[in-house]
């Protein structure tokens, strides 16, 4: 299992121990926060991106992978392809308080605005699972294509969109019923998959072909394929500019999603995997696995304005920004 999700390791881990303890107090009380699963490591950190500053690290067994946040920040959930299990955390406290047992291989998780439910692409039995954080419990599954990796609700919350890696397509389902919308040829092997924020378009990393496929979220086509850096891992649209992490090539490809013309190509990184956006847009966030940081660009300058360093082997597969959660009266969320 876990050959095909990891990279290869490097002959030195720079690892935590087993016990990971909390960095800081509660959390932040404004701003946006970074959810980063940290797969050798097996931790989850809450990263202040305000202040790049790593506010508290728990643990999280399993090879964490696959990271999806509530609407309202308040709840994250964690895919953990080794213990086949999606975990489920309170942000607030920051505490792990619960897991579910999924079976197979989860690896994409996205969850419904709603709340519920909970999206798991299982890249062993080519479905997408639907988890119901309350109940604990698979509610039922899609047939996806082979192997699906990433997956995105729309944020009306009426689709769903897996991209089925080794069947070279990305499938759209109707979110409430299964029903599938249509599935789109793209590139090989596609991996991370997003929606514009607008929601008209797609967009497709094929880590075999070197290129991102912009796809009509509603005429369900490929609008034009963009080459990109080696080995894209996932891309996002944000300031009318789409971010690519490019795995091999250490670098961002940034190009205009309306024309597809490439903008930059930034050397910002070293192995970089999970990318987001702030939820104002103005900053991207990299999560690079060989340097074990957390780096923050600029989307208008294309600099980078800051960079933390996070656990062992950062993956941050998904939407990993939210804003920080607000606690109830009476709580801080500290010990």
């Known amino acids: 299992m876990s050959g095909r999700f990891h990279r290869w390791r490097r002959e030195t881990v720079f690892g935590l121990a087993a016990f990971v303890a909390f960095a800081g107090g509660g959390p932040a009380s404004a701003g946006d926060v970074g959810y ?7 931790t989850l950190s809450f990263v202040d991106l305000d202040r790049m500053k790593v506010e508290a690290t728990i643990s999280i067994p399993g090879k964490p992978a696959g990271i999806a946040v509530s609407r309202d920040g308040r709840r994250a959930y964690v895919s953990q392809p080794d ?28 969850v419904h605005p709603s709340g519920s439910p909970v999206y798991v692409a299982d890249w062993y039995s080519h479905s997408l699972l639907l988890v119901d954080p309350e109940k604990r419990a698979v509610v039922g599954s899609f047939e996806t294509g082979q192997s699906p990796s990433g997956v995105v609700v729309s944020a009306s919350g009426e689709v769903v969109v897996t991209a089925d890696r080794d069947s070279n397509q990305i499938s759209f389902f109707a979110a409430k ?20 924020p607008d929601g008209a378009r797609v967009y497709a990393a094929n880590v075999g072909s070197n290129s991102v496929s912009v796809v ?31 795995q091999y090539g250490g670098t961002v490809t940034v190009f205009d999603p309306a024309s597809g013309e490439r903008i930059d ?15 104002d847009g103005a900053h991207v966030y990299v999560a690079n696995w060989f340097a074990n940081t957390l780096v923050k660009l600029d989307a208008t300058s294309l600099k980078e304005v800051g960079s933390v360093d996070v ?22 969320g500290s010990e």
């Open 36 to 42: 980063v699963t940290s797969q050798e490591a097996e």
């Open 83 to 110: 213990s086949r299990q999606i975990a489920i955390v309170d942000t607030v406290s920051r505490k792990l308080i619960g897991e579910v047992d999924v079976g197979g291989g989860p690896l994409g998780i996205a």
């Open 311 to 332: 656990p062992d082997g950062p993956r941050a597969f998904g939407a990993f920004v939210r804003a920080a959660p607000a606690a109830p009266e009476g709580e801080t």
């Open 216 to 246: 009509d979220a509603r005429g369900h086509f490929v609008i034009r394929t963009v080459p990109v850096g080696s080995h894209p891992y996932d891309a996002v649209e944000t300031m009318d500019k789409v971010f690519v992490t490019d």
């Open 177 to 196: 019923t299964g029903a599938v919308i249509a599935r789109v040829p793209v590139g090989e092997r596609p991996f991370g998959v997003s929606f514009s």
């Open 265 to 279: 190509q930034l050397d910002c990184c070293d192995y970089p995997e999970g990318i987001a956006p702030g939820t």
